[in-house]
Structures are given as structure tokens and as C-alpha cells.
């Protein structure tokens, strides 16, 4: 399975990076052929007069192909972070009715209520402690090694699920960037196929088209970069707060399951509990 997501993944990536050089290269032909008419504009002795246009109408004109695809990439970030807000909380990955539950089933020495709590759930804590049940019966190092490994795969696919914010932030000033070479190449375009006097407004249209998709591409890396950072956080308290939990169910399971109370975490050193050894008295002549 996590085959498989890997696979779906590269070919996000791939998609997308195919996409972007496919845009390269439209938007490069199409600034040549832009550049080219303004150039023969003058030749052919037409005056062009200059009309004002509507600041949303030239943004999106401006913004083009390349402005449009980062407009879907906007889109796909902010269900991306919304979602990520409702699956990544604490009460999600571990439930707080799920914990008080097992708490009680503990006391009362319920340990087959206990396992069927856990296995009827799908959360990362009903995980974790599903999987130091099962082992339990090996020992308690060996439930806690179970465990601690489960909890890895959660956090693993946790991180797989923030992955794309990283993609995003990275991606965001590389596709600003062929819209800046894009500009670029219309506006010098201009200047080279130009023989008569230049208009300072062809040159200056195709330096805003490159100064604004820079900006477009900045504006999604920059709080794509933000929440990377923080459902990263997110998810690696999450993933402390649900093995601190588990492992202190399973020492209270363990030593319930022995009639005794739990020893503390301080006095568990390896899953093994520390004892005090009385030294034998000698013993005195009758």
C-alpha cells in the first residue's frame, strides 16, 4: 500500500512538472508572436491608440496560462491546508472517549474488553496500543519495540500527507520564474525585432507580465513554506503525546495483569522495573 502512494506521488510530481515546460514553451512562442506584431505595428504606419484597461481585467490578461495555473495550485493548497486542519488534532488521533475507556476497562482488570476497544478503532492511539497488546504476552520490552514501530508507520504516512505543502512551496517560485523568463523574453523580443522608435509601453508590458507572475509564484511558496512548518510540528507532538499514552496504558495493563500497581515511568529503565535487594543478615550463635 505504501507502494502505491509512493508511485501516485511521482506521478503528481512528474504531471506537474510536465505541465510547467509545457506552459514554458507555449508562453515562449506566444511572447515571440506578440513581440513580432509589435513590431510591425510601427512599419505599417498604423497609429495603435492607447485605451486604459480595467486593473482586474490586466491582471488577469497579464496573468495568463501561467498565472491561471498558479491559480489552481492556490486552490488545491487551500483544501490541502483545510484538510489537514480537520484529520491532524490530537482528538483525532487519539480520542479522548477511546482513552477514558481503556483507562477503565484497565481497572477493572478487563483485558479482553480492553483489545476489543482498541481493535473496533482506527486512530493512531487504538493502533499503537493495539499493536503492544499483541505483544505484550513476549514481554513488556518487546510490547513497547511493537509499538514504537507502529507509531513510526503513522508518523510516516502523517508526513506523507504534508509532503505536498513542501512540493508547493518549492514549486511556487520555480513556475514564478517562467513567467519572469516569459516577460523577459517578450519585452527584449520587442527591442530586437524593432527597427523604428521604440514605445516604452510594449517594453514595460512584458517587464510587469515577469514582475507579476514572480509575485504570483512567491505568494503561494511563501505560506505553502509557513504551514509545512507548522502541521510538521503538528504531527510530531501528535505522535509524542500518542506513545507517551499507550506506554503508560501498557505498564498499567501489564502490572494489572500481575496484580500489582504500575511502576513509573522513572523507575523503568529497558521495560525492565528496577527492584531493591535485601542483603542477607548473618546469622548470631545460640
Known sequence: MADGKTSRFSAQVIVLVAVGLGLFLAASGA????????????????????????????????SGVIGGFIFLLSIYFIATVARLFKELKLSVAMPPQVVSEA????????????????KDDDSHFSQVLRAGLTELPNGLPEAREAMEMV??????????????????????????????????????????????????????????????????????SVPAIY???????????????????????????????????????????????TTMVQPPRAETAG
Not at 103 to 118: P, S, T
Not at 250 to 270: E, F, Q, Y
Open 227 to 273: 504551514f509545512f512548518a507548522v502541521f510538521r510540528n503538528r504531527v510530531s507532538t501528535i505522535h509524542a503525546n500518542v506513545l507517551l499514552t499507550a506506554d503508560e496504558l501498557i505498564r498499567a495493563l501489564a502490572a494489572a495483569a500481575k496484580g500489582r500497581s504500575p511502576t513509573p515511568a522513572s523507575s523503568v529503565s529497558g521495560g525492565t522495573a
Open 151 to 220: 507509531s513510526d508507520v503513522v508518523h510516516t504516512e502523517d508526513d506523507k500527507k504534508i509532503s505536498m505543502l513542501a512540493v508547493l512551496g518549492t514549486l511556487g517560485p520555480m513556475i514564478g520564474l517562467l513567467g519572469t523568463l516569459k516577460g523577459m523574453i517578450a519585452s527584449f523580443a520587442v527591442i530586437a525585432l524593432n527597427d523604428t522608435q521604440l514605445k516604452a509601453s510594449q517594453v514595460a508590458e512584458g517587464i510587469s507580465e515577469a514582475l507579476l507572475l514572480t509575485l504570483e509564484g512567491v505568494g503561494l
Open 31 to 62: 511572447s515571440l508572436a506578440l513581440a513580432q506584431d509589435a513590431g510591425a505595428a510601427p512599419n505599417a504606419g498604423t497609429p495603435v491608440p492607447k485605451e486604459g484597461k480595467n486593473p482586474i481585467v490586466w491582471f488577469i490578461t497579464t
Open 103 to 118: 483507562r477503565a476497562l484497565i481497572e477493572k482488570r478487563n483485558f479482553k474488553g480492553v483489545y476489543a476497544l482498541v
